[in-house]
């Protein structure tokens, strides 16, 4: 069994990762996958706090002229719909959890509080962060990025659906050049776009390493956070 580098991690998690290829919702066979890779990496004894975003269920405005504060708490509530999954297929196959949110649900979650957060890891909980940081004009980036910092992360494990974070967008320039290390100055020099502005500052504020990966690629959780090599790590 491999050995963890981190004890403390952050897991950044896209909407749209859960929607697999069908481009919305939830595709149950996909959100298997994911909670067996969080499932063997919690049994590695690494405390967990998983952010979701969702783009699988609603992004911004939509291309319409909403209110820009109404659309960003649509979204944030769209969050929990992916917590609760995500926290019902963890607890299936046996891992305890707990959903915190930003924003007070309080018959379907627990509010966000960062002492009670720490002690279910502690017992060897799952945390899953929900509702963003409750404030519109933030996304879920600066979410992860901030609660990294609150519960005093090691690394910030950033899963995509792109095996790292390349110097233009691979899907359309096939010469596009991977990095396999990038500091916080030079991503934010370059404008690169795996991760917002915000959130990077923040990180580099508080000297949180992030480490930018495909979720889907062999066993990616396990490797990252045993210090495989794999992705782009942003330090």
Same mark, same amino acid.
């Given at each position: ?67 820009? @504060? =109404? ?6 509530? *769209?969050?929990? /719909?992916? $917590?609760?999954?995500?926290?019902? #297929? ?48 933030? @996304? =879920? ?6 609660? *990294?910092?609150? /519960?005093? $992360?090691?690394?910030?494990?950033? #899963? ?76």
């Amino acid at each position: 069994m491999s050995s963890a580098k981190y004890k403390r991690v952050i897991i950044k998690l896209s909407g749209e990762a859960l929607a697999g290829k069908k481009g919305s919702g939830i595709d149950e066979v996909v959100l298997g996958e994911v909670v067996d890779q969080i499932k063997a990496v919690s049994e590695l004894g690494v405390e967990i706090g998983i952010i979701v975003g969702a783009g699988n269920f609603w992004r911004g405005r939509q291309g319409t002229e909403m209110d820009r @504060t =109404t659309a960003d708490h649509m979204g944030m509530l *769209a969050t929990v /719909i992916n $917590a609760l999954a995500i926290q019902d #297929a963890l607890e299936r196959k046996g891992v305890p959890t707990r959903v915190q949110t930003a924003l007070t649900i309080t018959r379907v979650a627990e509010p966000y509080i960062l002492r009670k957060a720490l002690n279910h890891f502690e017992k060897g909980r799952v945390v899953i962060f929900a509702c963003g940081t409750g404030n519109p004009f933030f @996304t =879920t980036d600066t979410a992860a990025a901030l609660r *990294a910092s609150e /519960i005093d $992360a090691d690394v910030l494990l950033l #899963a995509k659906n792109v095996d790292g974070i390349y110097d233009s967008d691979p899907k359309v320039n096939p010469n596009a050049k991977k990095y396999e290390t990038v500091s916080y100055r030079e991503f934010i020099d370059k404008n690169l776009r795996a991760m917002d502005m915000t959130a990077i500052t923040i990180c580099m504020e508080n000297n949180i390493p992030v480490l930018a990966f495909g979720l889907f690629e062999e066993n990616a959780l396990m490797r990252a956070v045993s210090g495989e090599k794999i992705g782009t790590l942003i330090k």
